[in-house]
């Protein structure tokens, strides 16, 4: 069974295979990270660590048994008890609900590691399944989301009042 872990340093080299392993897969539905990231990717995992250990944001991974990476799971802006949500699952681990359960999961976390309120993500129209995982993890539609925030895309923001994950 996968485990959501917060992220840790050890995790670099398994989130640069997991990265490298579905860039085509995931560029059929959300924009590409670029040749940059992944030439500096070192340094950006350092300065992901550095942000997170300040609380502006909580990056989590989904370690599977053999120690590899089935997804990544974002809190980030954060602030004054509010989150935006980012995440995205390997291939392999698509369509058999690891990316519902997680959001849920982190959902909890986000309320009793976080101190947050509300979750916000945002999705472009033709991205079903991250539109699915949303309103399965009971998070609401809010409202159109600006093409630059889901690189340049149509879509939407969805919301999630958090009161009711708490423990």
Known sequence: MPDLQLVRAEHGPAIL????????YFAESISDRG????????????????QQATGACADY????????IAGRFNLYRIHEG??????R????AAGHGAATAAVIDLCRLAVIRHGL????AATSDHNFASRRVLIKAGF???????????????GHWYRKNLSAAAP
């Open 117 to 120: 309120f509300t979750l916000r």
């Open 35 to 50: 040749d940059d990231y992944f030439s500096r990717f070192t340094e950006l995992h350092h300065e992901l660590l550095a």
């Open 89 to 92: 699952v390997a291939r392999q």
């Open 17 to 24: 295979t997991f990265e490298l392993d579905n860039r085509e």
């Open 61 to 68: 991974v989904l370690v599977e048994n053999d120690g590899g």
């Open 82 to 87: 509010t989150a935006d949500l980012g995440y």
């Open 140 to 154: 609401i539609l809010d409202g159109p989301a600006e093409p630059a925030e889901i690189g340049g895309k149509q």
